[in-house]
């Protein structure tokens, strides 16, 4: 069992930057071999794949946030993070964690990151 929960949405305006965190309850076994990513959905849209990260640390942005979003992992705090710099209005979504192996998926509850224009 996994259990995820992202801090650090809010309301910042277009061009600023924030950093969305997961925090991770598992064993660390589970954790370093998990694929650990970002997505977002807007009300009315379908969710999105933002970005991820690999247990190898591989990592894939969706090409909307490629040069301006920077997706980690620290496997000893069991932490995942997201810098996301020049925002923009259609950024604008609830952010959610996920954590996938073995064909499993979790997810965390949602961080709300509104950018104003």
């Known amino acids: 069992q996994v259990q995820l929960v992202e801090s650090g949405g809010g309301l910042v305006q277009a061009g600023g930057s924030l950093r969305l965190s997961c925090a991770a309850s598992?064993?660390?076994?589970?954790?370093?071999?998990?694929?650990m990513g970002w997505y977002r959905q807007v009300p009315g849209k379908q969710r999105e794949l933002v970005a991820a990260?690999?247990?190898?640390?591989?990592?894939n942005y969706a090409d909307s946030v490629k040069g301006r979003f920077t997706i980690s992992r620290d496997n000893a705090k069991k932490m995942v993070f997201l810098q996301m710099n020049s925002l923009k209005p259609e950024d604008t979504a609830v952010y959610r964690c996920?954590?996938?192996?073995?064909?499993?998926?979790?997810w965390g509850q949602g961080t709300q990151v509104t950018v104003s224009s």
């Open positions: 996920n954590a996938a192996y073995w064909g499993l998926s979790y």
């Open positions: 598992a064993s660390g076994s589970i954790l370093n071999i998990a694929t």
């Open positions: 990260i690999t247990s190898g640390g591989s990592t």
